[in-house]
């Protein structure tokens, strides 16, 4: 097994900023969930120093890993021009390109560390490839009717259709017959493109949401399946299979190298691990199963929900975490929100909609919103959506992007909508006839009832809020504290401060919340979505 730890003691959120959360005389503060170590695990591509790089999409971030020695390094930090890698791919140079899969771009960072964008309109481009004898780069696209495409590494937007009219391709490999071979997620085949001639040939089929290919020094494909977590060698010749290694479902990408390890990152549970190709055992773990956020933590009638972009949980009063929804495999759409109403798991996706689970059969179904098609869940964004959503009285409570609050029930009729008065709607609960929102670009928060709004002010950016019987519960991001408010304003008191609330560095449009809610005893859980972390708040 694995060594002993390098650095596995420093957070996601230390990588960038020293935090140390303390809290106010009267208070406790606990740890429900231990924070974690990446902020995603998308692609992974093993460097020629020997280490494991892995790009983390919603942190906009690329780490390497040393393996032998688990210490993790920042390469290229977020904020740089690398705005959200999704798979990468070296060339013999140095060079490491990046698919920015939400933003349509191909982007890159040289051997000297200056940063480039080598194209600026690819639509859903997600797999990429360097072909080691050439140094050709190649890239596919992860939509309906997506294109395989060859890019020049040396001239700006100089792109060549090799073919088109693909759905749904994912990461891709050069094999040993000159051949691009990439997954077809949905369909769950493996195509064959001929990179000169575009010729298109299906390969493999039957297989379970595979979303990573590459080739076995023994020459055998080697494919990951995402929705039984499994990593797959296919004898093309032959047509036999040989499931090399099992782990959680949602298996992002994974690589191999001379040794005869196979590193395997999973996107549902930010985890990296690498793994004997030959027996299947485990050899050692980078980040064991975490949050990616969380975007949103809320109480219900057991423990917790969580929303958490790849993923929709349960989690207990210690901890325990149960991914009951998947990105992609069964869940059609990133997750930002998520309440239980009379038992029924509500979601809010990235996209704005709302959309409530049947628990007979673990389908979403979208109750409201208007986006049509079917990328809308993954890809684009209702400017009249949904922000926030909430629980009040035991109804649905709905944060519109453009101010409004709205009470739904469970099939997505309105039964009230009125305007807040606030430009947006960052977050929203209830209790007893009050209803409370926040709006994270003025510093607003407010107690709608049936009189005038009553304004709750000092905050910087308030995020997450909640209610208890005498105050408001503020998860200031801005400030990195948990403030308690009276629902007059006259009384204010700081909880907790210091806190890994937010992204250490300031993301434009990321759709994530620092969230706070009310457990079944009272205390104050806080989703400390800087550092993967669930807090939980206790007045002595």
């Keep these: 097994m694995s060594k002993p730890p390098g650095n596995r003691a420093v957070s996601r959120f230390e990588l960038y900023l020293d935090t140390s959360p303390s809290v106010a005389a009267g208070w406790s503060m606990g740890t429900v969930r231990e924070p974690a170590r990446l902020f995603g695990a998308n692609g992974v591509r093993l460097h020629a120093d020997g280490r494991l790089w892995i790009s983390e999409l919603v942190g906009e971030h690329l780490s390497a890993w040393d393996a032998d020695n688990d210490v993790l390094s920042t390469v290229s930090p977020m904020g740089s021009e690398l705005q959200g890698p999704d798979d990468i791919a070296f060339d013999s140079e140095g060079t490491v390109y990046a698919a920015e899969t939400m933003n349509g771009r191909i982007s890159g960072r040289r051997a000297d560390g200056t940063y480039f964008v080598l194209v600026d309109d690819c639509p859903a481009v997600n797999g990429i490839t360097v072909d080691p004898e050439t140094d050709r780069l190649y890239v596919d696209e992860m939509r309906e009717g997506g294109r395989v495409l060859e890019i020049d590494r040396h001239q700006r937007n100089q792109v060549r259709v090799i073919a088109e009219g693909l759905d749904w391709l994912n990461a891709l490999a050069m094999g040993p017959d000159r051949r691009l071979y990439m997954p077809q997620v949905f369909a769950g085949t493996v195509l064959a493109v001929d990179p000169e001639s575009g010729a298109v040939e299906k390969v493999v ?303 434009a449009n990321d759709g994530r919340r620092s969230s706070v809610t009310i457990a079944a005893d009272g205390s104050i859980i806080v989703g400390c979505d800087g550092d993967g972390s669930i807090r939980r708040l206790v007045r002595s």
């Design 205 to 507: 089929d039957s297989l379970a949401h595979p979303t990573a290919v590459k080739f076995a020094p023994d020459g055998r494909l080697v494919v990951a399946q995402a929705s039984i977590g499994e990593v797959t060698a296919v004898d093309l010749s032959t047509g036999e299979r040989q499931r090399l290694v099992s782990l959680a479902p949602g298996i992002d990408n994974f690589d191999i190298d001379a040794r005869g390890y196979i590193y395997v990152s999973n996107f549902v549970e930010a985890s990296v691990a690498r793994y004997s190709m030959e027996t299947g055992e485990l050899d050692t773990v980078l980040s064991a199963g975490s949050f990616l956020g969380p975007y949103q933590v809320a109480s219900a009638a057991e423990g917790f929900i969580a929303a958490d972009h790849g993923s929709i949980c349960r989690v207990d009063g210690d901890g325990t975490l149960e991914r009951v929804s998947r990105l992609l495999l069964d869940q059609p759409f990133a997750a930002v929100g998520a309440v239980e109403v009379a038992g029924v798991l509500v979601a809010l996706s990235q996209a704005g909609e709302v959309f409530r689970r049947v628990d007979d059969s673990g389908e979403w179904v979208k109750i409201f919103g208007s986006l049509s098609g079917a990328n809308s869940e993954y890809f684009a964004q209702d400017a009249d959506g949904v922000n926030a959503v909430g629980v009040g009285d035991d109804q649905l409570l709905v944060g519109m992007r453009r101010g409004d609050v709205v009470v739904l029930d469970l099939d997505g009729t309105v039964k009230s909508r009125r305007p807040s008065g606030l430009t947006t709607v960052t977050a929203i609960t209830g209790d007893r006839g009050a209803i409370v929102v926040s709006d994270e670009t003025t510093g607003s928060v407010l107690v709608l009832g049936e009189g005038e709004p009553c304004a709750l002010t000092g905050f910087v950016r308030p995020q997450g809020v909640a209610l208890t019987d005498d105050y408001v519960v503020v998860a200031d991001q801005g400030a990195r504290q948990v403030v308690c408010v009276s629902r007059d304003g006259d009384r204010r008191e700081v909880a907790a401060t210091d806190l890994p609330l937010g992204l250490p560095q300031v993301q």
